[in-house]
């Protein structure tokens, strides 16, 4: 429970952040909320020789609206995004999926960046950005680029984002108004991983769903994009067999591990019933 | 004298005696940060100690090599089992009388045992220390399941014992078996299932689980090289044991030997035994001079220190058509790990576990219990049940409800049935104990009117039909528990440990201007004994609570007890708090009676005085006798005023009670919510009943964390899953249920005071409980007995086994 000896590093720009990376090369760490990152420190799965911390980078907070797109500061916490009017009111799915994020103390420092970059199939940001379609703006010696979130995870804490990139912002496109949105996940109690969630996002005119997205948590070795669940959705009045289909369709694509949460084929299963219950949620809350 | 002078009622209420919601006084400094743990002990030039520990379950230690760990700047020393050797320190005695490693001597028994102790200047080096500890193993195979231990061609764990035929219990049947233990007569009860109407038979697993106290296990060794003597801060349940087991083990003379346990964060059993970082610390501190601390992390906390349960227990029922018990037959396989390190009394391989007959007048009945050896962790500890009571009696509740069943009885009924009636107290088992007290049917109904029963089987009756319509997706179940707790260890007749017989202590000291400091040999980890104590000496005494300090912890200043474990502080030290207290009051009326100028006889306690029989007017309060016993005193009588009791009790205590649970399942994810939970407990007298309820509420919690999901398990290779929080389930405030409590009181007629004790009452009867409505949730569709923890995932493979989803 006592981590490896480390050497820390307190920039205070992006600009220095990155060099430094550069320059301590692999093992080199950038910190956020350290989270996720200090407990695999502890129990010496990792041990980055440099913590980079990006908390004295003011550049790396804030909530914003940017034309058609919102933005968040990778720094920005949960317990902000919780706390935001901005997404309660055009994202309110930010902060229902952020209230489900382990517990206050671990809202209050753990950080939206933290969170995608991570490469956590636990993590439940990942799965919703997906759900989201939104982008990663990151930045590196080599200058800035974006990645689609749904082009970002390769396998398990390995993504797109290369050694000396910092991910500085999360940008997400405005959903619909009148959107349906849900995140269920189910858990065993407060501060535990998910056993399987999904995010469902649904845009209903007359009755019928013009628009679906969907992400899975923990239920393969990425978070998933479930492409076809919601396909199966499009086109329907969600009615019970459009949504037997998408959750059959959710189930097909993953590939859960077993661990002392569940075996592989609950898991499989969970993934199932955790859409079947997002939608049938989110159509609850759409403007129809 | 133009005060109204109080009446006796206002008096009897300034004392916060007996019966009053007193608020914990040891919660000022808890909630405060200022409690003073063994982390917060801090010396100069103290050293810090971690162990390198064993990746395999099982496998034989090729080499060992320190050389680098020694060479790590900061590092002062390397223990292994070769340094060990020549002091006899590589195995040391259990209080189960078997001997258990200290450091692995040739061989590693379980995943994480103690291979070497590094000594540091710091925690951080003495972690990076570790890691260079070099181990070469040859890997062997390993046995994690306990039935097949046993089996003619399992691998030899042991090789230290292998040929000792004779373990501490009696004769050993196979080189991995520890001990058989029997109870009852065999021979009437296998008579009565040859002709039973109607028998039952069920394996009921009890999972191996882990208490995980707040505080982990730890301590600070202090070697005073000039006076030859010891200190030693830790973790202990039971201190005075402590200095006992060092004393024996280090050669320095008992006097000499100073164990302080200070404030204690939660033991629940955990904290009882002696550890291989207790006295690697002790070793360490001796050879090196200098104060040497060892502290637990949560991983080893809960993958090494003594582990909980892991019982299983075939159990028969033999019944008559009508429902009449007449028999119980049980066999037990217990696991207890690589070492026999369990928590018992000497003579009582498996604790109290033949209490299973329960709270039902069984007229026959045989328990036999076989102890194995696997590749795991040792230990096999209370964890907040006294004794194993916590298994015997999840085998009868579970076995009446199997009963109830095959009878088509509902089984409220069949227990009222067999329950032991009033007028048959005091009653003595057919496995042998005498249960002083007790009022069930009472109890029982009570429960029953508090919690609707008839109103709640009919909704489940229409909930069911429902289901069965296909409108609703979740199970409602009942579960039902009447238990009876079997505390207070323990009459030396009956109880020992290494020897010592399970008495506990008070010593009582009045100081000339009335206030009190008194000593117990028990130990708080949070019951609150500075409160409770206290009340017992303020009723007993006229003094104000409030001006009573109580102190334990200290071998040096402590009477010798045996510390606190299996609810036996207010049962054994209570009583010896009050029997103290009496001598005192004896006393103090002699003084009276000098200082009123008549004699004792002419005396009348009265709360807080001694009153002139007839002359109310006339009296002498317990403060005025206080300051006389330092100056004024009869003739011949010595001065002070201070008594000390030793109390060896006559007999256990049986507290008892009557749980009720509703609960709904969701078939599609298998999570269960519990609706409601009532608790009704009789624990005799209740001395606070805040206290009381409190503790009330962290067993029922317990209950429902290891009934629900908590386990220690091992994967095939032996390794320890789960040994984290992250997957070992401590549920938080918003999982666990709200508790409803309630109370009869049937004082134990043996107690000075009749209280019985009660922290433990709660795990024993709510995991049957809680397991007793997932069972029954279940039952019309004929699920079988569904085994623990009664997690998501368990339960949804029933409903799938059910056929539930298709
Ligand atoms: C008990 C507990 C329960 C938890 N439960 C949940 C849960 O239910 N759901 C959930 O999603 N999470 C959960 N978490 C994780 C928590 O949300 C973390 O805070 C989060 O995953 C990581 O955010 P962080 O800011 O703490 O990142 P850190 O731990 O500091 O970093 C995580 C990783 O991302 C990298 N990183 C961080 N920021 C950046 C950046 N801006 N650019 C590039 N790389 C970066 C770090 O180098 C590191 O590899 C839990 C954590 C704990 C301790």
């Known amino acids: 429970m006592i981590p490896a000896k480390f050497e820390y590093h307190r920039p205070t720009s992006v600009q220095d952040a990155v060099a430094l990376l550069a320059q301590l090369g692999e093992e080199a760490h950038p910190l956020a909320g350290g989270h996720s990152l200090i407990p695999v420190m502890k129990t010496r799965l990792a041990a980055p020789e440099h913590l980079v911390d990006l908390a004295g980078i003011s550049s790396l907070k804030g909530i914003r609206r940017e034309q058609d797109h919102i933005a968040i500061g990778a720094m920005a916490t949960q317990s902000e995004m919780i706390a935001s009017p901005l997404l309660a009111e055009i994202l309110p799915i930010i902060r229902e999926t952020s209230l489900l994020i382990g517990d206050p103390q671990i809202r209050y420092v753990g950080t939206i960046g933290g969170n995608v970059a991570?490469?956590?199939?636990?993590?439940?940001?990942?799965?919703?950005?997906?759900?989201?379609?939104?982008?990663?703006?990151l930045a590196g010696r080599n200058g800035e680029r974006r990645v689609r979130a749904r082009a970002f995870y390769f396998g398990a804490y390995d993504t797109a984002r290369q050694n000396d990139e910092i991910l500085t912002e999360v940008r997400i496109p405005i959903p619909a108004k009148g959107h349906g949105y849900a995140y269920e996940k189910l858990k065993r109690k407060v501060g535990d991983y998910a056993v399987a969630a999904a995010a469902v996002m649904l845009t209903i005119t007359n009755g019928t769903c013009r628009a679906a997205s969907i992400g899975l948590t923990n239920v393969a070795d990425t978070p998933l994009w479930a492409e076809a669940a919601a396909q199966a959705l499009v086109g329907t009045r969600i009615d019970r067999t459009a949504i037997a289909n998408a959750a059959n369709a959710a189930e097909a694509?993953?590939?859960?591990?077993?661990?002392?949460?569940g075996p592989a084929e609950y898991r499989r299963k969970m993934t199932g019933v955790t859409v079947r219950r997002a939608i049938e949620r989110a159509k609850l809350r759409a403007e129809v | 004298m133009n005060d109204i002078a109080p009446t006796q009622a206002e008096r009897a209420e300034k004392l916060q005696g007996l019966g009053c919601k007193r608020k914990r006084v040891e919660d000022i400094r808890f909630t405060q940060g200022r409690g003073n743990y063994v982390d917060d002990v801090k010396l100069p030039g103290m050293l810090f100690g971690d162990f390198a520990r064993s990746s395999h379950a099982h496998a034989r230690i090729k080499s060992i090599d320190t050389s680098k760990a020694l060479a790590l700047p900061g590092v002062k020393a390397v223990l292994t089992?070769?340094?060990?050797?020549?002091?006899?320190?590589?195995?040391?005695?259990?209080?189960?009388?078997?001997?258990?490693?200290?450091?692995?001597?040739?061989?590693?028994?379980?995943?994480?045992?103690?291979?070497?102790?590094?000594?540091?200047?710091?925690?951080?080096?003495?972690?990076?220390?570790?890691?260079?500890?070099?181990?070469?193993?040859?890997?062997?195979?390993?046995?994690?399941?306990?039935?097949?231990?046993?089996?003619?061609?399992?691998?030899?764990?042991?090789?230290?014992?292998?040929?000792?035929?004779?373990?501490?219990?009696?004769?050993?049947?196979?080189?991995?078996?520890?001990?058989?233990?029997?109870?009852?007569?065999?021979?009437?009860?296998?008579?009565?299932?040859?002709?039973?109407?109607?028998?039952?038979?069920?394996?009921?697993?009890?999972?191996?689980?882990?208490?995980?106290?707040?505080?982990?296990?730890q301590c600070v060794a202090s070697m005073d090289k000039v006076k030859g003597e010891l200190t030693v801060w830790g973790t202990?349940?039971?201190?005075?044991?402590?200095?006992?087991?060092?004393?024996?083990?280090?050669?320095?003379?008992?006097?000499?030997?100073?164990?302080?346990a200070p404030d204690i964060g939660g033991g629940f059993g955990n904290k009882v035994g002696v550890y291989p970082g207790y006295v690697c610390a002790i070793v360490a501190s001796i050879v090196l001079g200098v104060p040497v601390k060892w502290v637990e992390d949560r991983m080893e906390n809960l993958s090494t220190t003594s582990f909980a349960r892991d019982y299983h227990m075939a159990t028969e029922l033999a019944a008559t058509k009508e429902g009449k018990i007449l028999a119980m037959r049980v066999h037990m396989l217990a696991d207890h790990g690589a070492f026999d390190a369990c928590a018992n009394p000497s003579k009582l391989p498996a604790g109290f576990v033949?209490?299973?007959?329960?709270?039902?007048?069984?007229?026959?009945?045989?328990?036999?219990?076989?102890?194995?050896?696997?590749?795991?962790?040792?230990?096999?500890?209370?964890?907040?049940?006294?004794?194993?009571?916590?298994?015997?009696?999840?085998?009868?509740?579970?076995?009446?409800?199997?009963?109830?069943?095959?009878l088509g009885m509902d089984s409220v009924d069949l227990r009222m049935k067999n329950l032991i009636k009033a007028e048959q107290f005091p009653y003595r088992s057919a496995l042998g104990w005498e249960y002083d007290s007790g009022n069930y049917h009472v109890a029982l109904q009570k429960a029953l009117d508090a919690v609707g029963y008839p109103a709640l089987r009919a909704e489940q009756k229409a909930r069911r039909e429902a289901f069965r319509r296909g409108e609703t997706r979740e199970l409602m179940g009942i579960g039902v528990c009447f238990f009876t707790e079997i505390v207070g260890a323990g009459p030396s007749r009956h109880c020992d440990i290494l020897g010592v017989g399970m008495f506990d202590s008070a010593e009582i000291r009045v100081h000339p201007t009335g206030s009190i400091v008194a000593r117990m040999g028990t130990k708080s980890q949070g019951q609150a004994h500075e409160t409770t104590y206290a009340q017992i000496i303020a009723t007993e005494l006229g003094i104000p609570a409030d001006d009573i300090t109580i102190e334990e912890g200290d071998t040096?200043?402590?009477?010798?007890?045996?510390?606190?474990?299996?609810?036996?502080?207010?049962?054994?030290?209570?009583?010896?708090?009050?029997?103290?207290?009496r001598k005192i009051r004896a006393k103090a009326q002699m003084i009276a009676a000098h200082l009123l100028e008549v004699s004792?006889?002419?005396?009348?306690?009265?709360?807080?005085?001694?009153?002139?029989?007839?002359?109310?007017?006339?009296?002498?309060?317990?403060?005025?006798?206080?300051?006389?016993?330092?100056?004024?005193?009869?003739?011949?009588?010595?001065?002070?005023?201070?008594?000390?009791?030793?109390?060896?009790?006559?007999?256990m205590t049986y507290p008892f009670g009557a749980y009720f649970c509703v609960m709904d399942i969701d078939i599609d994810t298998g999570v269960a919510k519990t609706r409601r939970f009532y608790a009704l407990d009789d624990c005799g007298t209740r001395i606070n009943p805040m206290i009381i309820e409190g503790q009330v509420h962290g067993g029922l919690t317990e209950a429902f964390a290891i009934a629900m999901g908590q386990e220690i398990s091992y994967d095939a290779q032996g390794n320890v899953m789960g040994a984290s929080f992250m997957d070992f389930f401590l549920p938080t405030a918003v999982e666990t249920p709200k508790w409803e409590t309630d109370f009869t009181v049937t004082p134990s007629p043996h107690h000075p005071i009749g209280a019985k004790g009660v922290g433990e009452s709660p795990n024993v009867g709510g995991v049957p409980c809680f397991s007793n409505a997932v069972n029954d949730a279940f039952a019309f569709l004929d699920a079988g007995h569904i085994q623990m923890p009664h997690d998501g995932w368990r339960l949804w493979t029933v409903a799938e086994r059910l056929g539930l989803h298709a």
């Not at chain 2, 007048?361 to 045989?366: K, Q, S």
């Not at chain 2, 009348?604 to 317990?622: A, H, I, N, Y």
């Open chain 1, 118 to 137: 991570n490469g956590d199939p636990g993590n439940d940001m990942p799965a919703l950005m997906m759900c989201l379609d939104a982008e990663y703006q």
């Open chain 1, 253 to 261: 694509i993953t590939n859960p591990a077993s661990d002392g949460h």
């Open chain 2, 81 to 217: 089992a070769a340094d060990l050797k020549p002091l006899k320190l590589h195995y040391m005695p259990t209080l189960a009388g078997d001997v258990a490693a200290v450091l692995a001597d040739e061989k590693v028994l379980f995943q994480n045992q103690e291979i070497a102790f590094v000594v540091a200047e710091d925690r951080y080096i003495a972690a990076d220390a570790i890691e260079l500890v070099e181990v070469e193993y040859e890997a062997l195979p390993v046995v994690v399941d306990p039935f097949q231990a046993m089996a003619p061609d399992a691998p030899i764990l042991r090789d230290d014992i292998k040929d000792k035929m004779n373990g501490a219990h009696g004769p050993r049947k196979h080189y991995n078996h520890i001990f058989n233990w029997q109870v009852g007569d065999k021979q009437a009860t296998d008579e009565v299932f040859k002709t039973a109407e109607v028998t039952t038979k069920d394996l009921f697993v009890y999972q191996r689980t882990h208490p995980a106290p707040l505080e982990t296990c």
């Open chain 2, 236 to 260: 202990f349940q039971a201190p005075h044991v402590v200095r006992t087991v060092v004393s024996i083990l280090s050669g320095i003379a008992e006097h000499k030997v100073h164990v302080i």
């Open chain 2, 354 to 406: 033949n209490i299973c007959t329960g709270s039902y007048d069984i007229p026959v009945a045989h328990l036999e219990v076989d102890g194995v050896y696997t590749n795991k962790a040792t230990g096999g500890v209370a964890y907040r049940c006294s004794l194993r009571v916590t298994e015997g009696i999840y085998a009868i509740e579970r076995a009446i409800e199997v009963l109830a069943k095959k």
């Open chain 2, 556 to 581: 040096d200043t402590a009477p010798y007890g045996l510390g606190t474990y299996g609810s036996r502080s207010t049962p054994v030290a209570g009583a010896a708090t009050a029997m103290a207290a």
């Open chain 2, 600 to 651: 004792e006889y002419d005396l009348e306690w009265d709360v807080d005085r001694f009153t002139v029989k007839g002359l109310p007017e006339k009296f002498k309060t317990m403060k005025e006798i206080a300051w006389a016993a330092h100056n004024n005193l009869p003739p011949g009588l010595e001065p002070g005023l201070e008594a000390v009791n030793y109390y060896d009790p006559p007999n």
